[in-house]
């Protein structure tokens, strides 16, 4: 039996720290390669093997993967909307590229499984704002949404062309204390928290009921698992699943804060983020994941919050 050998691309990140550390206790340290531009993140080191990589570098990636005799591959290294928007074509091209270095090496290699997230930016002011469907209008206005849409494009295109089994979700705006956010929209939810403690108030740089998806990262972990280790015949949307599990604006997260810290105030001052926002889904149809592959949701915004304040 082929044993699995993970690597992870972009594992520095806000999400790959907690992957990769969630996969290595799953298959075994020295099973998951961590791998990212950056230097180590304190949080992986010590705990399994490092490279460096730019996975721009086709050649370098395809060394590595036979190398190590990886059989699946997580894909997380991009370019984020709020950065995004700074660079265009920058994050097209890194978006873009990435994607088919990972998808043509997979099917080259005949690679066990391939994840790479998507996210709620596919979605733009013509799709219903309020529990957006699966299939709907997708008319993306940001690059990243742009990039992410083509992105599922291609994903269903090698599964259905070559075979590659590749999966991904539509991740909304993700809230953690392990490692930083790279650059998104919804990173106001994580500033917060910080700025509570430490000055017992914020300015929100997106305006008080502005509604967007959100998941608590134990949950985004959890969902990325559940989906990889599902069997592949249940996995019938090969483009890039909905994924839900709750929705809030500043004020109210606002307000769960304050039921901690009586004396939090907040206030508002929209920037360029506030239109990326406007142009957003407020909440997610995520029927089809809960349907094909079991997914439920455990965290609320209350039950977030207070784990939040424990632990940054
Ligand atoms: P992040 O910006 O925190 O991390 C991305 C990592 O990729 C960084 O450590 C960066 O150094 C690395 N990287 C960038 N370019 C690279 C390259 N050329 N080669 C190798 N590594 C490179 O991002 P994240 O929040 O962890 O997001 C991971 C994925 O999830 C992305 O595809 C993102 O679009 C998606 N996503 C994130 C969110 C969220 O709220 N965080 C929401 C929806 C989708």
């Known amino acids: 039996m082929k044993k699995d050998k993970i690597l992870v691309i972009g594992a520095c990140g806000q999400i790959g720290v907690e992957l990769t550390l969630a996969l290595r206790k799953m298959y075994g340290d020295s099973n998951v390669v961590a791998s990212d531009l950056r230097e180590e993140h304190d949080l992986l080191k010590g705990t399994g093997p490092y490279v460096s990589l730019d996975v721009m570098n086709k050649e370098m990636l395809h060394v590595l993967v036979i190398r190590h005799n990886i059989t699946q591959v997580y894909l997380l290294a991009a370019i984020l909307s709020a950065t995004g928007e700074k660079n265009p074509l920058l994050a097209w091209h890194i978006n873009m590229q990435s994607l088919l270095n990972v998808l043509d090496i997979a099917k080259e290699e005949n690679l066990d499984k391939i994840y790479w997230p998507s996210s709620i930016a596919v979605f733009g002011p013509n799709s219903p704002a309020a529990e957006t469907p ?14 992410k849409f083509a992105g599922e494009r291609w994903c269903e295109y090698y599964n259905h062309r070559f075979g590659v089994d590749v999966r991904s979700l539509r991740y909304p705006g ?12 919804t990173d106001y939810a994580i500033e917060i928290f910080h700025e509570a403690k430490e000055h017992k108030k914020y300015t929100s740089f997106l305006s008080e009921n502005t509604y967007l998806p959100m998941m608590y990262m134990p949950d985004a972990i959890r969902a990325t698992i559940e989906l990889m280790e599902a069997d592949a015949s249940k996995i ?12 809030f604006s500043p004020k109210e997260i606002g307000a769960e804060i304050k039921k901690h810290i009586p004396e939090f105030t907040m206030a508002y001052e929209p920037d360029y983020r506030q ?32 784990d939040m304040l424990r632990n940054i």
Do not use: C, F
Not at 134 to 144: A, D, F, K, L, W
Not at 236 to 247: E, P
């Open 236 to 247: 019938a949307v090969r483009s890039a699943y909905n994924l839900s599990a709750m929705s």
């Open 174 to 185: 993700l809230i953690s204390y392990k490692s930083a956010p790279g650059g998104g929209t």
């Open 275 to 306: 239109q990326i926002a406007d142009g957003w889904p407020n909440s997610i149809d995520d029927s089809l994941a809960r349907q094909d592959w079991g997914w439920k949701p455990e965290y609320d915004l209350a039950r977030m919050t207070e």
């Open 134 to 147: 699966q299939h709907t209008i997708i008319e993306p206005t940001t690059i990243y949404g742009i990039s």
